[in-house]
């Protein structure tokens, strides 16, 4: 008895080591599949190097996906960037000139791209400016009808502080709210003018549902 369970054990553990083996060798073919895609994904298709609509439109989405995940990108940003070609033109203001470097870094990377135009603003140093900042956040986001766009990840409504004068840029569901974010813009003390350049989303309702 005592040799048959010993024989029964060492099968066992040879299905085991077998079935991890195995599992193993999978693993490694989907992660080999998952790599293979993503690079199959991120590099254009041959017949859409060097030029073209189709290269265009997903250098787009290349850029705008790469400018996303800039780590030190807030809320008192503002980047935008236009394509032409295989040429980027990197557009925007930012208070912190880091952002202005890795911006340029992060599109160099994209395959494809031939020419980088980095006119990006690095805002100037002014504690009045950062001061304003605090303020006109706490006043925006700090509104109940607008604490929604604060959710997330990156807030929609963008507050550029610039010597003063401060500009709104970002989205709002409806024409209610964009009225409500310059209302509370213009609250905030030291401000000198503002600029709504917020837009409405597509599709949503003129009037707030709040």
Known sequence: MPT??????TRSIRVVI??????????AGDCAFAFDSAVRQNTPPPSERGGGQAFEQWLTREVGHELNLLPWLTVFDNLQYQVNGSEVTLL???VNP??????????????????????????PLSPVDAQ??????HAIYGAPQLQ????????SIHIIV????????????????KNVAEIRAK????????MDNLQVRPGRPSTSQY
């Open 148 to 155: 929604r766009y604060g959710m997330g990840t990156m807030p």
């Open 162 to 177: 610039e010597n003063g004068h401060v500009t709104l840029l970002g989205y709002v569901d409806n024409e209610g709210d």
């Open 132 to 137: 304003i900042r605090r303020a006109e956040f």
């Open 18 to 27: 077998s079935f991890l083996v195995i599992s193993f060798v999978l693993m």
């Open 92 to 94: 925007g203001q930012v």
């Open 98 to 123: 880091v952002i202005k470097d890795d911006a340029q870094t992060a599109v160099k990377g994209i395959e494809g791209v031939t020419k980088i135009n980095n006119k990006i603003e690095v805002l």
């Open 4 to 9: 048959i369970m010993r024989r029964l054990g």
């Open 187 to 194: 609250s905030v003390p030291n401000v000198f003018s503002v």
